[in-house]
């Protein structure tokens, strides 16, 4: 009899194990990020942008709500805004992406910023970004040099 209640025991946590990991699982899938590249540090300067899609496969809304890296002290999310006669970033708290959406972050729109930031060209480096409630997704961007296309007017 003890041994019947041990073996159930086991059985039981292993169940909740598996449901577990399965829920963490679908968390982790149901965002999806691709093309991902940041862009070549200009000499003399330890800022740049990262830019991406991201894709809400899920059935409910997610909202990003901070990003992290190990080559940058801070990240943030920028929206691009255009005045009258430059263009302005200005930092977005939080970034929805809706249920069955894609959100492009893209030169002259939405990016991430990378602040004090450690690097080489085409190097690999990993990004994570934190949710509400859709889990935290991580995905990896190559470092592009665009300097041949510089990003025009930026000031923040
Ligand atoms: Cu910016």
């Known amino acids: 009899m003890k041994k019947f209640a041990f073996s159930f025991a086991f059985v039981v946590v292993s169940v909740w ?4 990991l399965a829920a963490q699982h ?10 991902a590249y940041i862009r070549a540090v200009v000499p003399g ?5 990262a830019f991406f899609t991201i894709t809400n496969r899920g059935e409910v809304d997610c909202v990003l709500l901070s990003a992290e890296s190990p080559m940058a ?6 929206r691009h805004q255009h005045g009258q006669n430059m263009v302005k970033m200005r930092p977005v708290d939080r970034v929805e992406v809706p249920a069955g959406k894609t959100v492009s972050f893209k030169p002259g729109g939405l990016h991430l910023m990378l602040f004090g930031v450690t ?7 990993q990004i994570r970004i934190h949710t ?3 889990g935290a997704v991580s995905f990896s961007a190559p470092v592009k040099d665009m300097l041949a296309k510089p ?5 923040h």
Do not use: P, W, Y
């Open 45 to 49: 300067q330890n800022t740049t942008a």
């Open 26 to 35: 679908k968390s982790a899938n149901q965002l999806a990020v691709d093309n």
């Open 73 to 78: 002290e801070r990240i943030e999310f920028h």
């Open 17 to 20: 194990a598996l449901l577990n």
């Open 132 to 134: 509400d409630h859709c």
């Open 151 to 155: 990003m025009q007017g930026m000031h």
């Open 119 to 125: 690097f080489n060209d085409d190097e690999v480096e």
